[in-house]
């Protein structure tokens, strides 16, 4: 059984689009949560990362799958920093913007080998 990237890309997308859309509305809502606007940033990141991951099938589609993951991935970091907001700490973007980078690096190492390229993502 193969894993359909495709669909689950869309998968992504389609949650994430729905997720930023419940952000948008809880910082429409109580505009003086600032760990709300982290999410919904995170929020549009990952539905972005999904947009260029679904067009993998165009030519140069590595490059989208590399810079998709780095939009989901830098997302992930939002959120994280949304948390330490949340609970009142400063967002840690140092960290965030290495890994970021680090995981960028090693995607586009492991670009023209599609199971290293999903290890290095996963990793």
Do not use: K, Q
């Amino acid at each position: 059984m193969n894993l359909d990237f495709f669909t689950l890309y869309v998968i992504i997308l389609l949650n994430s689009l729905t997720l930023t859309i419940v952000w948008a509305a809880i910082c429409h809502a109580y505009r003086p949560f600032a760990a709300a606007r982290y999410g919904l940033a995170s929020c549009i990141l990952t539905t972005f990362g999904g947009c260029l991951l679904a067009l993998e099938a165009l030519p140069y589609g590595e490059a989208f799958t590399v810079a998709g993951n780095a939009c989901v991935i830098f997302g992930f970091g939002v959120t994280w920093g949304g948390v330490r907001v949340f609970y009142g700490e400063r967002p840690c973007w140092d960290v965030t913007v290495v890994v970021t980078a680090a995981a960028g690096l090693g995607m586009v190492l492991c670009v023209g080998n599609r199971a290293s390229l999903n290890m290095a993502t996963i990793s």
